[in-house]
């Protein structure tokens, strides 16, 4: 069995910062690409941000230049710091992971149970 643990959502002003983590716990041989999406009221879910085992990155246009993304494989744990925060960044943050359990065996796609981030003065 195979857990995300996402931690760090609130409530911030606009133009301030948060941290999110999200940590992977259970039956893991190696985690492959992580990354973070986002689902705003009445919207879909969208992408925010990726990283693979190698540590090429990948942004949503509209986060470039104020969120970066960042892991720590030997605590199997991605983070993602949101800076200059924008009402438009209010929605529920989720962590995905592409993760292979045992050696030989497929690589399934694993999702956190998201955490609320809210941009409001």
């Known amino acids: 069995q195979v857990r995300l643990e996402e931690s760090g959502g609130g409530l911030v002003q606009p133009g301030g910062s948060l941290r999110l983590s999200c940590a992977a716990s259970?039956?893991?041989?190696?985690?492959?690409?992580m990354g973070w999406y986002r689902q705003a009221p009445g919207k879909q879910r969208e992408l925010v941000a990726t990283?693979?085992?190698?540590?090429?990155?990948n942004y949503a246009d509209s986060v470039k230049g104020r969120f970066t993304i960042s892991r720590d494989n030997a605590k199997n744990t991605v983070y993602l710091q949101m800076s200059s925060l924008k009402p438009e960044d209010t929605a529920v943050y989720y962590c995905?992971?592409?993760?292979?359990?045992?050696?030989?065996?497929?690589?399934?796609?694993?999702w956190g149970q998201g955490t609320q981030v809210t941009v409001s003065s």
């Open positions: 995905n992971a592409e993760i292979r359990r045992t050696f030989g065996a497929a690589k399934y796609n694993y």
């Open positions: 259970g039956s893991i041989f190696t985690i492959y690409d």
């Open positions: 990283i693979t085992l190698g540590g090429m990155l």
